[in-house]
């Protein structure tokens, strides 16, 4: 089986930066893509960002681009999220996926098979 695990959240004043981990254990995902997703409260969960198993492709949402940085390290089985310039429609629980067998990196929460249990960021206006 495959845990994930985040760390790294917390709060934070809006246009500060906070740096997510997620790590991964038990099972060795090799080619997997990696995402993030959040949910704010009585809202769905949205698609952030993901990364493919080598890093070279990545993909953000309209709201992620620009301000946020997905990378990984596979020697640390560990997937990041750099997020600067936070604002307080960032306040959200965010949660690290695991999709193993991907096509192409997917936005639908839908296509991955791994979840964590979240850590809850929260921006102060």
């Known amino acids: 089986q495959v845990q994930l695990v985040e760390s790294g959240g917390g709060l934070v004043q809006a246009g500060g930066s906070l740096r997510l981990s997620c790590a991964a254990s038990g099972r060795t995902l090799s080619n997997a893509a990696m995402g993030w997703f959040r949910q704010a409260p009585a809202k769905e969960r949205t698609f952030v960002a993901a990364?493919?198993?080598?890093?070279?492709?990545?993909s953000y949402s309209h709201s992620a681009k620009g301000r946020f940085t997905i990378s990984r390290d596979n020697a640390k089985n560990t997937v990041y999220l750099q997020m600067n310039a936070m604002k307080p429609e960032d306040t959200a629980v965010y949660y690290c996926?695991?999709?193993?067998?991907?096509?192409?990196?997917?936005?639908?929460?839908?296509?991955?098979?791994?979840w964590g249990q979240g850590t809850q960021v929260t921006v102060s206006s």
């Open positions: 990364i493919s198993w080598s890093g070279g492709r990545t």
């Open positions: 996926a695991a999709e193993e067998y991907p096509i192409n990196l997917s936005r639908s929460g839908e296509m991955y098979d791994y």
